[in-house]
């Protein structure tokens, strides 16, 4: 018999038995560990893209506070000379292009008189406008840094932004 009190009861007994299968302690730790993992990896990511490494011979190293930026927002570009050889910026080319990820310049700006000894840093503060002083759009943007060592030699970085709504 199948409609007895004695089946019903069972079967709530197996309801319930299941039901703690999974301990709310256990659910919580792994919830929190999944999310733990999320913000790390965010911050870790930030964080690498913001290391200067520096090297025996001419280097420069370009990189922004964050990677993520709303529209409309000032953007810190962080020029180091990460090398040993003092590096300058010529009158002649651009020392900072802005580009779409399909390679269309949107801001350049030529950075004359500047020269960095090693391990110094020049800071360019950009408005999101384009060369044209129009408003940049959402996207994502190539920076490229471009510079000379004291032999002439050009040497560059480049590092990507998101701009976003």
């Known amino acids: ?11 709530l007994a197996l309801k319930n038995k299941t039901r703690r299968m999974i301990p709310k302690s256990l659910a919580i730790s792994v919830i929190t560990g999944v999310v733990a993992a999320g913000l790390m990896g965010t911050y870790l990511q930030q964080l690498s893209s913001q290391n200067v490494v520096y090297v025996q011979g001419s280097s420069i190293s370009g990189f922004a506070e964050k990677t993520h930026y709303p529209v409309g927002q000032s953007i810190q570009i962080q020029i180091v000379n990460s090398g040993t050889t003092k590096i300058g910026f010529s009158a002649d080319s651009p020392g900072i292009i802005i580009r779409a990820l399909d390679g269309t310049t949107f801001f350049s700006t030529v950075l004359t008189g500047i ?25 994502r943007y190539v920076v490229e840094i ?18 976003l709504k």
């Open 146 to 163: 471009s510079a000379f060592d004291e032999s002439g030699k050009q040497i560059t970085d480049s590092f990507t932004l998101d701009i």
């Open 1 to 11: 018999n199948n409609y007895g009190a004695k089946h019903l009861s069972k079967e």
């Open 115 to 139: 020269k960095l000894d090693p391990a110094q840093k020049h800071v360019f503060e950009w408005n999101q406008q384009k060369n044209d002083n129009s408003k940049i759009l959402e996207g």
